[in-house]
């Protein structure tokens, strides 16, 4: 029996993009670091969005970036590094991503970034009883930053106006230490993380002022790397589906 030719053309196509792994939105194949994989950069300090619990790996960049390899044909592979370390891993092309990244006119320069999917504000935040109500009262008080974050950064240029003491932490539990013991004064974070640290620790927290600068969180990519459109399409079927809804009820609310 002759076979018709359009089914030879449809299992043609069927065997070409079962073996290709990842084609961008434009037909191109994605320049990943491994074949089938896409390599993860992470720094797993940081709950609810990385870190390890009895030696598992979990957080919302865990779970969206399971989402988004499974919606571009490739298998996660997490890679752990210090916050700074991922940067230069990706720059280096030992890496294809970095999740839940800060964009900035400066990051723009030196990568790419996918669509952004959480939104947020810097914040100066104080504690329970504290008498601070204005930025000017914290003139000579320790404040806390997680180090080489974007918060970080901004931290140095926002309070350049005051005299304060800017400690750098690189784990969130010597942080949440020194707040019990009153050893810190403020903490400068995003509004999401400070109220979920502040729900999770049982301590009230209050902005010093009102909500500062406006931030959007995206996947940080090596730049001409073929990856930023794919991405986007995934990004984009899971915000269609509400599986990004899901994510952050489950993660933050």
């Known amino acids: 029996m002759k076979i018709p030719p359009i089914l030879i053309i449809i299992a043609s196509i069927l065997i ?16 990943t670091v491994k074949p089938g994989v896409l390599t993860i950069g992470i720094t797993p300090i940081l709950p609810p969005l990385q870190y390890y619990e009895e030696g598992e790996l979990k957080g919302y960049d865990i779970d969206l970036m399971k ?15 210090s916050y ?20 900035s006119p400066e990051r723009k320069e030196r990568m790419e970034f996918s669509r952004a999917y959480l939104q947020t504000y810097m914040i100066v935040a104080v504690f329970e009883n504290s008498p601070y109500t204005e930025l000017k009262d914290l003139n ?6 997680f180090k080489d974050t974007y918060s970080e950064d901004w931290s140095y240029s926002y309070l350049g106006s005051i005299d304060a ?12 230490s020194d707040i019990y013991s009153g050893n810190l004064d403020a903490v400068v974070t995003d509004q999401i993380h400070m109220d979920y640290y502040s729900e999770q620790n049982n301590f009230e927290s209050r902005m010093i002022s009102e909500k500062m600068t406006i931030v959007y969180w995206a996947v940080a990519l090596k730049k001409d790397n073929g990856l930023q459109d794919r991405i986007n399409d995934a990004l984009f079927e899971l915000e269609q589906d509400e599986a990004l809804y899901e994510l952050k009820n489950k993660w933050y609310d």
Do not use: Q
């Open 16 to 31: 070409i993009t079962s073996f290709s792994g990842c084609i961008s939105s434009y037909g191109a194949e994605c320049d």
């Open 67 to 81: 989402e988004i390899a499974n919606k571009m044909g490739l298998e996660p592979e997490f890679k752990v590094y």
């Open 84 to 103: 700074k370390g991922a940067e230069e891993a990706l720059l280096n092309g030992e890496i294809d991503c970095i999740p839940s990244t800060t964009v």
């Open 140 to 145: 000579g008080k320790k404040i806390a930053v």
């Open 165 to 176: 003491e800017l400690i750098s932490y690189e784990s969130i539990d010597k942080l949440m």
